[in-house]
């Protein structure tokens, strides 16, 4: 019984939030443009349910987001491998990266908009830009302090350089690489839902930015609910994919603060 | 009649160092000599320890024995040739164990055979006769996290015993546990010393446990390290009650007295 | 030199232009680019845009950074706040801060409001999250010898946890100004008719390609200079340290 309330109990607080939104928004304290009932957003959700638009919408941006992220985590891990074994790439690329880094890089859509044009690939391509340098950095600094009695080891029992890669340097390396793929992931959301607003068209982002234009407020929360679960689902998703992968982690068993 | 006398053969080092220098190059920072002219010879079968305070090169030596560290200045040869990079003639174990932490117990035992290319079943057979031989029976497949520091000795321990090295590199292999772990694995690893012939070359800063393991303790100054003393070690281990003898301490305190100049000088 | 490699990519840039192998309609050469910068700095359409998206930006940021470390510290210290509060945090942090815009602009329109009001509320969780860590992981022997030297329980708060959770605010403080420079160009690029965002939206839609790389250029070095310039900030404050 108890673990049954400790399960729920997260839950009640959204609920008591949803119920506060409820009660606020029919008290007339606010006009129903500013915050339409959560009764009235719901319904909206459920009506675009039925009639194909969440999924088109939804669809669209999961796949532009998650089509960049794995590009993103694929080039980013090769990346950062590449980097860290080739003294004369890490001169050339530590610089980019740790310039790149802190730089809002979604000014440069226009840019890419202007090499690439307003279709998917435009989209894409940003996500992988922005997505791609904290993936980046996490392989490349989980690669450089793979212990050396790790290494030593393999090599003691005799691994060969190729097998030293494969066998120890990435299974050593793969917590902290997960950390960065679970930064990159929400970075790749946050981007093609901008992306998507800035070039229109399908999509969650162009949805609710075309909602805002014609003052559907009910339209712009609908989209706020529907990306929120998204990501939301989206995060615990990698977080089951992590504890898989790493089960053999000290940290898997010890639970996760805030 | 034969008008020579018999003689003892020669003996054949196993393990030879000449004039060994080493110098360390950190990427930042100024060099550091850690090694001057040391010169060493082991034979087959030996249990030899290696003493001395922090920061005396004793794990630098390990370490260009083991191959790990390019030779540079001297000369270091394995049973007649220069050595050539780490191998499984070697096995190293090491003060922080060194597990894969995502491989299980028996998957890290298992990993050097997997490398001499045996079959499956061989492999499992071995993996799992060393996984009881050091007493992990019923942990095979706990994960390193999930063992405690002498769990986690014994496994590899087991890992590299696997491979069936003829010498063992140990750095410090007790360091890490606490002291009853100590003296439990300390008898354990004397056990199986006495039951297979190998050779074992032991780095610690602990006079107590050189003394109650090896055969010959090797004393080594503060850096940069060279050897000081050789002090031979002629106790009857067979005796349970040695380790409180007199015997016993008098030698504890012939090397302390030994290595307590070096350790101040370390400070 | 540390920066070698970009003054190395700057020259090739200008070359592979000037050896005319990318059309200077698609990328305009750097002394091209330079030179409209320097027009739009002369001409004061640089600091009048850059004022206002600094304007917004900073007040967004300081809102969020002060209401976020107070959430993050009452929920590591008090545990009711921690129930309540926690799940809900847990929740929001995935929401893209992005899709705030359409509803910010819903309520405060194409002006300043939106922006720092959207700040605001995207940028509040880094800190909070930096905040309850810090908070938390204040080690409990410092906590114990304060209040055996007879600090009561708010006192060893301000006095004891607050410095030691300094670290880990900062930390957060650092993504929040990094996530700040995103939704400010974000907004600004979409729902704005001022700032630098707006700028760089403007002369891409009037053609004007060496001003707009010019702009994009600022923003971009701008994000990195106040990371930078912060880190430094940081370094000297926390000195203590080492």
Not at chain 3, 191 to 215: C, N, P, S, T
Request: contains cysteine; aromatic residues 8%.
């Amino acid at each position: 019984m108890a673990r049954l309330i400790l399960r729920v109990a997260p839950w009640l607080s959204v609920l008591a939030v949803a119920l506060a939104w409820e009660l606020f928004a029919r008290s007339g304290a606010v006009t129903p443009f500013m915050l339409p009932k959560l009764t009235t957003v719901l319904a909206r959700i459920w009506a675009d349910a039925g009639s194909g638009d969440l999924a088109h919408n939804l669809g669209l941006t999961l796949y532009r987001a998650l089509a960049g992220f794995a590009v993103a985590a694929l080039a980013g891990i090769g990346l950062g491998f590449a980097v860290a074994y080739n003294r004369a790439a890490r001169w050339l690329f530590d610089p980019l990266i740790s310039v790149g880094f802190p730089m809002p890089k979604i000014a440069f859509l226009p840019i890419i908009t202007l090499w690439l044009g307003f279709h998917d690939v435009s989209k894409i391509s940003m996500v992988v830009f922005d997505a791609i340098f904290p993936v980046v950095t996490a392989t490349l600094a989980a690669t450089l302090a793979v212990e050396r009695e790790l290494l030593w080891s393999a090599r003691n029992l005799g691994a060969s350089e190729r097998e030293l890669l494969h066998e120890v340097v990435f299974p050593a390396a793969l917590p902290q690489i997960m950390t960065g793929l679970q930064v990159a992931l929400p970075i790749a959301l946050i981007v093609c839902i901008v992306a998507e607003m800035k070039l229109g068209g399908v999509g969650l982002g162009g949805a609710m930015i075309t909602a805002s234009r014609f003052a559907d407020s009910p339209g712009v929360f609908a989209g706020i609910v529907e990306i929120a679960i998204a990501g939301y689902v989206l995060v615990r998703l990698m977080a089951r994919v992590r504890a898989r992968l790493l089960a053999w982690h000290p940290e898997t068993a010890a639970p996760a603060s805030v | 009649m034969s008008m020579v006398e018999s003689k003892e053969p020669p003996v054949k080092h196993q393990i030879v160092v000449e004039a060994l220098s080493h110098t360390y190059r950190p990427a930042r920072g100024r060099e550091v000599l850690a090694l001057e002219e040391v010169s060493l010879a082991i034979a087959p079968r030996e249990f030899v320890a290696l003493l001395g305070p922090s920061g005396c090169g004793k794990s630098t030596l390990l370490y260009l024995i083991g191959g790990f560290l390019p030779v540079e200045r001297g000369a270091i040869r394995i049973e007649g040739a220069p050595v050539a990079g780490p191998g499984p003639d070697r096995g190293i174990v090491f003060q922080h164990f060194a597990l894969f932490p995502w491989r299980t117990v028996r998957a890290n035992v298992r990993y050097g055979l997997e490398k001499l290319a045996l079959a499956r079943e061989e492999q499992e057979r071995r993996a799992q006769a060393f996984i009881e031989l050091v007493g992990l029976k019923g942990f095979e497949e706990s994960y390193p996290s999930q063992l405690s520091g002498g769990m986690k000795q014994r496994a590899a321990l087991a890992r590299t015993l696997a491979v069936d090295p003829k010498m063992l590199l140990m750095d410090e292999p007790f360091g890490a546990l606490d002291a009853q772990t100590r003296s439990l694995m300390q008898a354990e690893l004397y056990a199986i010393w006495q039951r297979t012939p190998k050779t074992v070359l032991f780095v610690t800063h602990d006079v107590q446990e050189a003394v109650r393991l090896a055969q010959r303790v090797v004393v080594m100054s503060a850096r940069p390290g060279k050897i000081k003393a050789t002090v031979d070690i002629a106790l009857d281990r067979a005796d349970p009650h040695i380790y409180r003898s007199p015997a016993f301490a008098e030698k504890v305190d012939e090397i302390w007295n030994l290595v307590r100049d070096e350790a101040i000088k370390a400070q | 030199m540390k920066y070698l490699p970009l003054l190395l990519l700057a020259l090739a840039w200008e070359a592979v232009v000037q050896l005319g192998l990318v059309s200077r309609d698609l990328l305009p050469s750097l002394t091209d680019v330079a030179r409209a910068g320097w027009k739009l700095l002369r001409e004061g359409e640089l600091w009048q845009n850059g004022a206002a998206s600094l304007y917004r930006g900073g007040a967004g940021l300081a809102a969020a950074i002060v209401v976020g470390a107070a959430l993050g510290i009452a929920m590591a210290w008090w545990r009711a706040v921690d129930a309540f509060m926690g799940p809900l945090v847990e929740a929001l942090y995935p929401m893209p801060k992005s899709a705030l815009i359409p509803v910010t602009v819903l309520w405060l329109g194409f002006g300043d409001g939106s922006k720092i009001l959207l700040i605001f509320l995207g940028c509040m969780l880094p800190v909070t999250l930096g905040a309850y860590n810090g908070t938390r992981s204040c080690e409990q022997a410092l906590v114990w010898s304060a209040r055996s030297l007879g600090a009561g329980r708010l006192r060893v708060l301000w006095d004891v946890v607050l410095p030691a959770a300094l670290p880990e605010i900062a930390n957060g403080v650092r993504t929040a100004l990094a996530l700040t420079f995103v939704l400010l160009v974000s907004s600004e690029l979409i729902v704005a008719r001022a700032g630098l965002g707006y700028l760089i939206g403007f002369l891409g839609e009037g053609g004007v390609y060496d001003a707009m790389f010019a702009v994009v250029l600022v923003v971009a070095f701008l994000g990195f200079f106040a990371d930078r310039l912060y880190q430094r900030l940081v370094g000297r404050l926390l000195a203590w340290r080492a």
